[in-house]
């Protein structure tokens, strides 16, 4: 079977849902001789609260899967995708694979603007360590929308360990997004402005927003632990002057419980 059929010809969101979660399974079948000593499958459930879009004032709740695991270089993890670990040395990691790009409702945005479809992303990034410190790297391009174009991202992270069971991860990041991609989700097209009433918009590629984070995971025992993350973001630029932004900087939080196999 061919893992990647899924994302041939497809736009839809729940396509690209269900291609992405057939992926990880093939990608975790085929892990299988890799086997390492920090492999692990960690999977839980949560809840999240975010913007129902970049720049709204309005936030919803919704259900998340919590999913991190590792075989040998594959991994699969809620906020990265799944990916390969090409490079896999002490002082670097090297690597790529597939997230998803999320879209919007049209019932989420200012009336007139229409839905913006999820979107799966081809994704490569560089990390490496300096001083306890985490720093990674990340470009992602959107594979079946031609639209969509292209998000980096540069993050900062510092692992800390109160107690045996307490881990805080700070971390601060900025991301930078070209043409395609501002258009995609700031601008305003002529017939977005029509029937919205808002000025038309088409920004250039720039730096898209700044956010900070304090990720959070307390282990109850061996298996079961508690996990979330609060943070906030903050757009910049061209993203912030959109006729469509309605609050320049957002919170975001998620909490959850993961079992660890």
């Not at 690209?16 to 839980?44: F, N, P, W, Y």
């Not at 490079?87 to 229409?114: C, F, K, W």
């Not at 959070?216 to 298996?223: A, E, G, Q």
Request: glycine residues 10%.
């Amino acid at each position: 079977m061919n893992c990647f059929t899924p994302f041939l010809g497809r736009s839809r969101g729940s396509s690209a849902r269900r291609g992405l979660a057939l992926v990880t399974l093939c990608l975790m079948a085929s892990g299988g001789a890799h086997a390492e000593q920090d492999d692990r499958i960690k999977i839980g459930a949560g809840v999240a609260v975010t913007p129902t879009y970049q720049g709204s004032s309005s936030h919803r709740l919704r259900a998340v899967p919590l999913i991190d695991i590792k075989k040998g270089r594959i991994f699969a993890r809620t906020d990265e995708g799944i990916g390969l670990n090409i490079i896999e040395t002490p002082a670097i990691t090297m690597g790529a694979g597939l997230n998803l790009m999320q879209g919007y409702r049209s019932g989420d945005v200012p009336h007139g603007i229409g839905k913006l479809s999820d979107a799966v992303g081809a994704r490569v990034f560089m990390s490496t360590n300096v001083a306890g410190a985490k720093l990674r790297l990340s470009a992602t391009q959107a594979l079946n929308e031609n639209s969509r174009g292209l998000v980096v991202v540069a993050r900062a992270s510092y692992p800390y360990a109160v107690t045996s069971q307490l881990m805080l991860v700070p971390s601060v990041a900025v991301s930078w997004a070209n043409e395609k991609y501002m258009g995609s989700y700031f601008g305003v097209d002529s017939g977005q402005s029509a029937r919205s009433g808002r000025s038309q918009y088409h920004p250039s590629a720039g730096f898209k927003d700044v956010s900070m984070r304090v990720a959070v995971n307390y282990s109850l025992n061996k298996s079961w632990s508690i996990t979330g993350a609060v943070g906030a973001s903050s757009l910049l630029d061209k993203a912030a002057d959109s006729p469509i932004v309605e609050k320049k900087t957002q919170l975001h939080a998620v909490a959850g419980v993961a079992y660890t196999f």
